[in-house]
């Protein structure tokens, strides 16, 4: 009696199987055939701060200057957004354009992957009325990308710890042993169990924040100019390093890798007030105010034998392989993202960053926002006074990047000195610089 | 006689003590992401820890459902893992049974071949993958995501086969004897027999469609049809993520799963008489 | 695989029927049409690719066996295989065994037993990024739970996430808490098949439980042993999440596994053929190490 359900229930199955399959490999694209109307692709890797804004106030204000362009965007999440670009950039199918993280665009310039933009950036921008619109270049001085927004790092500083033990706020004046010093003086119990629960500084091991910044300030360098030979082991970078590890091992005035970052992300021990100064970016103020109570500013970093502090952009870049008529819509919209002064100041109150427009910079949109830190000059101020320095990057930054991150480990450790750590990433660097610039 | 029933009582109370203690263990980070969805961000991280949130605080939930459109996100999920189950369980449960039941050719040399289908990292065909669904049209919409289900998963089949071939092949005999041709036998005898398997096939199987992220992100450019894992994802953003959003958020797509599983024991705890066949 | 078989003529086509044949491929139908549209291609394209260098951007350069010797000096490709071989030779017997024990214990009629599953599946279901975030914590140096608790026991505090040395072990337990679940799952659903009577009669003849276990249980369970096994050598071969999100390989490379240093080359490096070459060694490690499996299965496992 159930047999012949049965059998046309699976028959019905395989049936539906197969129409879908044909149903698939049907086209189903309608081509676009409006003569007028341009549609390019946008990539974009974004959170959920970002898609209000960017999908209801930026874009419509655009196409509503440019009608007949039409900005199709597509949103991914930020970590996973790179997988997908690269699998569609091997596909051949990667968007017209889209938002790159400021580190990785030379992996994709340096291939060919992005349209080389010098020519109409001389044509289309002012030089003096932005900031970072070299950012995305490399050595030769040829640009790929216009800055959707800038990041710099500046010291975060929780004014709460310095009141308590009577020290007044860093400044402009303070140096490596003014920071020493003070962090020596944070470093206590502060509930009398014996145990450090405040530390000082977050000396710890990564670049953006931590041994680039260092390293340039006591005159050393990672990379040559060029981007293709490693520096690391000049006595500079040496010293610079040996400082860091110090503060964590010998001084004991910084919390371990491990404790920091083990407590779902770093940013979380300067908010829970377990390290009085933290370096960072702009974009972290977002999430320490979430935390209504934290009592803080920022200022800039101390100097070294100079100044010297990393920074990084969002260079939004152009597809090498769009047609010119996408690739000049695309760059109608970049142009417009950087110049439309409505544009630059509903992103800067976002908080995502520092915009590129120095109009919009030193407004109340930026560096006269009611928002905390009060302080926003000290990310301004690299950038001003030219001391602000991209972090070497070149077609294989994550590469040699994670090669000496995980030398330095070691250091970090205590289980090898920090020269010892320095020379063989040293080696390993340049190693890895040899295999990528090849011939 | 009452020593024997203490000692049985205790015996008992130490085995609840343990599995209790075990299942504890477990739960634990259930517990952790309900505590963090139920504070204030600023709380989260606190040093050290804090289990019990003062205030507790329900805005959370709703700050993620609404951030971005959720609703459509667990549809598009439910659509893809439902359809994908089912797709696995029949083409599945035909190969388990062909491979534990039937004679042919190459019969070892094809069931090594299954099996080495889940010895190459699936990272390294993605992008041959990717070309191919491309080319089937299917690029930005749900097939990628169910339909290649239909065509069989090693796991499911070689499960599958695991457990028909631990049925006794006497009853295939009486089957055959009255004359039934394979496809009868399959489904008269080995499917009702098989539902702790099929049942267990189908949970782990819903499971991996709704908890994957890297599939839907590869094939899906329309934020409409992104799933929920998608969506979770926005949460961890370019320098921290939003965990008071992101637990609130994960808790609320645990929501099916833990529903599934408990209808499903049902199915996988049913003890079934072998002796005497049914016929 | 030789249940079937009863006539050492097997392998030559004129020893199936027809209908034998059809019938098969009928079964196999479904599976066989995904093969080769969804996996042959891609298999043999990557597997090209291991012999080129190719930077995903831009044309694939022949290298011939390039990769494949550059791989056998790279000191990180060794250690990776040597940590994934570690992963896999502690993890996959504790998991197996473990989830047996469980299994056994959540097969009861007790009160509540519905809940008590539910909890043992509940690591399975939650996301890594919540179970990393968790153990995190509980590793912790300074402020983690286990600490806490060796330190009741009178043991000093260890850096279990930042010591190269404790860093796999770490890793580890926490794979096999967040897998115990699942094979539980497996395991329950097959000591279903186990016929009660077949108890009755050893408890007739005066078998305790222990004895039950191993001669009933353990024997009637050996296909889903295997199963087990081999799905379990094949996955933790594979290892890749948890080293991801936890510890990105660290520290000093102590939890850098085989998927992970080829995800890398590919995605983050931007070297398709390398990782591809790293996938096929792999993929052919993981051959052998099954096939002898299948070769000896009959010692011990009964159908």
Redesign the interface.
């Known amino acids: 009696m159930k047999k012949p359900r049965r059998n046309r229930f699976f028959f019905v199955l395989f049936l539906f199987g197969t129409m879908m399959f044909f149903y698939g490999c049907g086209g189903q694209k309608q081509a676009m055939t409006q003569d007028e109307i341009v549609e390019v692709r946008f990539g974009y890797p974004g959170g959920v701060g970002d898609y209000e804004t960017i999908k209801n106030k930026i874009i419509p204000l655009f196409e509503q200057e440019h009608p007949n362009i039409k900005i199709k965007l597509e949103y991914q999440p930020w970590n996973q957004f790179w997988t997908k670009l690269k699998t569609q950039i091997a596909a051949g199918d990667a968007p017209d354009f889209w938002v790159s993280d400021g580190v990785y665009f030379m992996e994709y310039a340096d291939r060919g992957a992005l349209k080389d933009l010098t020519e109409w950036v001389k044509r289309d921008f002012d030089q003096k009325d932005f900031f970072a619109l070299d950012f995305a270049s490399s050595p030769d001085g040829r640009i790929w990308g216009i800055p959707r927004e800038i990041q710099t790092i500046a010291l975060y500083y929780n004014k709460d710890s310095f009141d308590d033990v009577g020290l007044s706020y860093p400044d402009e004046t303070w140096d490596w042993n003014s920071l020493l010093d003070n962090a020596k003086k944070l470093t206590r119990d502060t509930n009398g169990d014996k145990k450090i629960d405040q530390y000082g500084f977050w000396s710890t091991n990564w670049i953006s924040g931590g041994w680039f910044n260092f390293i340039y300030q006591n005159k050393g360098r990672i990379l040559d100019k060029t981007r293709t030979k490693s520096m690391l082991d000049r006595s500079e970078a040496i010293e610079a390093v040996q400082f860091m590890v110090d503060m964590v091992l010998k001084h004991k005035v910084s919390p371990t890798d491990e404790v920091s970052s083990s407590v779902g992300g770093n940013h979380a021990i300067f908010q829970a007030k377990v390290v009085a100064m933290y370096p960072y970016n702009y974009a972290m103020s977002s999430a320490f105010n979430q935390s209504k109570d934290l009592n803080y500013d920022s200022v800039v970093l101390p100097k070294g034998k100079v100044r010297a502090a990393s920074y990084n952009a969002i260079p939004i870049v152009i597809n090498s392989k769009a047609t010119d008529q996408k690739a000049e819509a695309a760059w109608e919209f970049i142009r417009f993202f950087a110049q439309n002064e409505t544009v630059q100041r509903t992103w800067a109150e976002g908080g995502f960053g520092i915009p590129i427009l120095k109009k919009v910079v030193y407004s109340k949109s930026f560096v006269d926002a009611p928002t905390k830190p009060s302080n926003k000059s000290a990310f301004i101020e690299p950038l001003e006074e030219g001391y602000g320095l991209p972090m070497d990057i070149n077609k294989c930054w994550n590469e040699w990047r994670v090669a000496l991150t995980e030398n330095l480990s070691l250091a970090w450790l205590g289980q090898t000195s920090a020269e010892k750590a320095m020379l063989k990433a040293h080696k390993d660097v340049q190693k890895i610089l040899d295999n990528a610039f090849a011939k | 006689m009452a020593h024997k029933n203490t000692l049985k009582f205790l015996k008992t109370s130490l085995a609840y003590l343990f599995i209790t203690l075990g299942a504890l263990t477990m739960v634990i980070p259930f517990l952790w992401m309900i505590s963090t969805a139920l504070k204030e961000p600023g709380q989260i991280f606190s040093m050290p820890p804090v289990l019990i949130p003062k205030p507790i605080v329900r805005t959370n939930f709703v700050r993620a459902w609404s951030s971005l459109p959720f609703g459509l996100f667990s549809m598009n999920s439910f659509k893809v893992s439902i359809l994908g189950t089912v797709g696995t369980l029949v083409s599945c449960s035909w190969a388990a049974y062909a491979f534990a039941r039937l004679r042919f050719p190459f019969k070892n040399v094809l069931f090594t071949l299954i099996l080495a289908t889940m010895m190459i990292p699936g990272q390294i065909t993605m992008i041959p993958v990717f070309v191919i669904m491309k080319y089937l049209g299917w690029y930005d919409t749900h097939f990628p995501l169910w339909v290649p289900h239909f065509f069989g998963s090693a796991f499911g089949t070689f499960l599958l086969r695991q457990f028909f071939m631990a049925l006794p092949a006497e009853l295939d005999d009486a089957a055959k004897i009255d004359g039934c041709n394979p496809l009868q036998i399959y489904y008269k005898i080995f499917l009702p027999l098989s539902k702790p398997a099929l049942a267990t096939l189908g949970v782990l199987t819903f499971l991996s469609s709704w908890n994957s992220l890297l599939g839907p992100v590869i094939y899906l450019k329309t934020i409409e049809k992104f799933t929920l894992m998608i969506g979770l994802a926005f949460f961890q953003g370019q320098y921290y993520t939003d965990y008071s959003l992101l637990m609130s958020g994960s808790l609320i797509s645990l929501i099916p799963i833990v529903l599934l599983y408990i209808v499903a024991q049902k199915y996988f705890v049913q003890g079934i008489a072998l002796t005497g066949i049914k016929g | ?1 030789k ?3 009863k006539n050492k003529n097997v ?1 030559t ?1 004129s ?2 029927s027809k209908q ?2 059809l ?9 066989l ?3 080769i ?3 042959l ?3 043999i ?2 597997f090209l690719i291991s012999f080129t260098k190719w ?4 044309k694939p350069i022949w290298l011939g066996l390039g990769n494949y010797r550059q791989l056998f000096n790279d000191e990180l490709f060794i250690k990776s295989l040597i940590n994934t071989a570690y992963y896999t030779i502690v993890s996959v017997p504790l998991g197996i065994t473990l989830s047996l024990l ?1 299994a056994v ?3 009861q009629k ?1 009160k509540g037993i ?14 890594m ?3 990393a ?2 153990w ?2 509980i ?6 739970l286990l600490n806490y608790l060796i330190g009741l026991l009178g043991l000093p505090p260890q ?1 279990w ?4 040395k404790l860093a796999m072990p770490a890793l580890i337990i926490m794979s096999v ?1 967040k897998g ?3 094979n539980m ?2 395991w ?3 000591l ?2 186990i ?3 077949l108890y009755e009669a050893a408890r007739i003849d005066g078998a305790n439980k222990w004895q039950q276990f191993r001669n009933i249980t353990v024997p ?1 369970l050996s ?2 042993t ?2 087990l096994l ?2 379990g050598i ?1 996955g933790s071969f ?1 290892v ?1 999440e948890q080293s991801y999100v936890m510890t990105k ?5 102590a939890t850098l596994t085989l ?1 992970l240093y ?3 080359s ?5 070297k ?1 053929g390398y ?2 070459a790293m ?2 060694i ?2 052919l490690i ?2 052998v190490i ?2 002898i499996q ?1 070769k000896y299965q009959n010692k011990w496992v009964h ?1």
């Open positions: 695989m249940e079937n078989i392998g086509l020893f199936y034998e044949i019938w098969a491929l009928f079964f196999l139908a479904p599976y049409v995904g093969l549209i969804f996996w291609g891609p298999v394209a990557s930077e995903l951007v831009g469980l214990a959540m097969n007790l519905v809940f008590y599953r539910t909890a043992f599946f509940m690591p399975h279901i939650s996301s990024v919540a179970i975030l968790l995190g914590w590793y912790n140096s300074q402020y983690g850096n996430l930042g010591n190269p808490w115990l679940g699942y799952m497996i329950l659903a097959a279903q098949g016929p009660e009577d009637l296909p889903t295997f199963l081999i799905l094949i594979q890749f390989g660290g520290p000093a490379h998927v080829m995800y890398s590919a995605f983050e490096w931007l398709m990782a591809s996938a096929y792999l993929a993981i051959l099954t096939l299948f159908y």
